[in-house]
């Protein structure tokens, strides 16, 4: 792993003498905006972050960006016609949010014109209700949870205490040839892991520990043995979906537990596949693969219910932009031309309306719909 390049002396001196950047990072302000007020680049600023120590600051940024992406999204989709209009007009996308704003909207400027960007907005989209969590899904949470910490189970207290329709939900998952006595040990074991909880000898399970101890499950108990429609316990992936509506952490408050730390809502293969998608994406509408266009591409995520890491960890991870670059591109890519710091489109590009741009490469789909 290679170290971050350190920026110059006055840079670092005026980044430390900015006590609001730390706020606005947590804030969810988008980099470029926070490295302007600071006189720097993006680069230059995400360089710094990442050698700070890893902090409560990331998860209250990712939970920001969240935040304030999903509310935006929802103002431009409802403003979308005026907005092409604008746009039909003459107005650059990134002025579009600035115009809205003019004209009285509540409207998220900033974050505005990073979702105007990448993808761009939608003319149409699918019915975005939320599904209702299930107890299944939460009862699978807990016991991989209570597995994974070593809880042993306590059948008197399952016995006694558990819901019954936590139990029916439970056993209507199960196959009808499904042992009892293993039934009866999931039951005790999520209902001990409650108990933990609520005493606070147990309060976290990462992604990946989640992840890694379901496999293990399925794998001693034979998946097709068990559940009746799926797997159970329920993949690590597909409760993040269904049950965390996309975020992790989102899946663990709802079951009273929480991270053990910013990072601990990705694996290894988290940290690729966001690199991945983002060049995919940069790839096919021709944007630059810098860090700038990596954190609006976090946001834009976010606003489709996609946790993604943002740069500040990409860097961490992987040592450095250029790092992490070499990780995804082909050896033939000129890396001189990946990182070259493009702000412009092709012609090409500019001149097709962002949904014409979103059927020649249609972004991800919302996780959980």
């Excluded at 103002?75 to 704003?101: C, E, F, H, M, Q």
């Excluded at 663990?252 to 990705?266: C, D, M, Q």
Aim: charged share 25%; glycine share 6%; net charge negative.
């Amino acid at each position: 792993m290679t170290t971050a390049p350190e920026l110059s002396r006055e840079q670092r001196d005026a980044v430390m003498r900015s006590e609001p950047a730390d706020d606005a990072y947590a804030a969810g302000e988008p980099l470029r905006a926070i490295a302007a007020d600071l006189g720097c680049t993006v680069d230059e600023l995400c360089n710094f972050l990442a050698t700070q120590p890893a902090s409560h600051h990331e998860l209250q940024r990712a939970r920001s960006v969240r935040r304030r992406s999903l509310a935006t999204d929802e103002v431009l989709y409802k403003n979308r016609v005026l907005l092409y209009r604008l746009a039909g007009a003459g107005i650059a996308w990134s002025d579009t949010p600035k115009v809205l704003k003019a004209l009285q909207t509540a409207i998220d400027v900033e974050v505005g014109v990073e979702l105007v960007n990448i993808p761009g907005v939608a003319s149409e989209r699918t019915e975005r209700a939320l599904p209702p969590r299930t107890l299944g899904d939460k009862l699978s949470l807990l016991y991989v949870a209570g597995k994974h910490h070593g809880i042993e189970p306590d059948y008197q207290l399952a016995l006694g205490t558990m819901p019954i329709e936590e139990l029916a939900a439970l056993r209507s998952l199960m196959q009808p040839s499904f042992p009892p006595r293993r039934l009866a040990e999931f039951a005790a074991v999520a209902e001990t892991t409650k108990l933990a909880i609520r005493a606070r000898a147990l309060r976290a399970i990462s992604y990946a520990d989640y992840t890694k101890t379901a496999a293990a499950v399925s794998s001693r108990l034979g998946n097709t043995r068990v559940a009746a429609d799926g797997q159970w316990p329920v993949p690590g992936s597909v409760l993040l979906r269904r049950y965390g509506y996309g975020f992790w952490d989102a899946a663990l408050r709802a079951a009273g537990l929480s991270l053990p730390g910013s990072e601990s809502r990705f694996t290894d293969n988290d940290f690729f596949d966001a690199l991945d998608g983002f060049t995919e994406e940069c790839m096919g509408f021709e944007h630059p693969m810098s860090i700038a266009t990596y954190d609006r591409w976090v946001f834009s995520e976010a606003s489709m219910r996609n946790d993604r890491p943002s740069a500040v960890e990409i860097i961490r991870h992987y040592g450095s932009w250029a790092s992490a670059m070499q990780v995804i591109l082909p050896e033939e890519e000129d890396e001189d031309d990946v990182l070259e710091e493009d702000t412009g489109q092709s012609a090409l590009v500019l001149g097709l309306p962002p949904a014409v741009r979103r059927a020649i490469h249609p972004p991800q789909q919302s996780l959980g719909f």
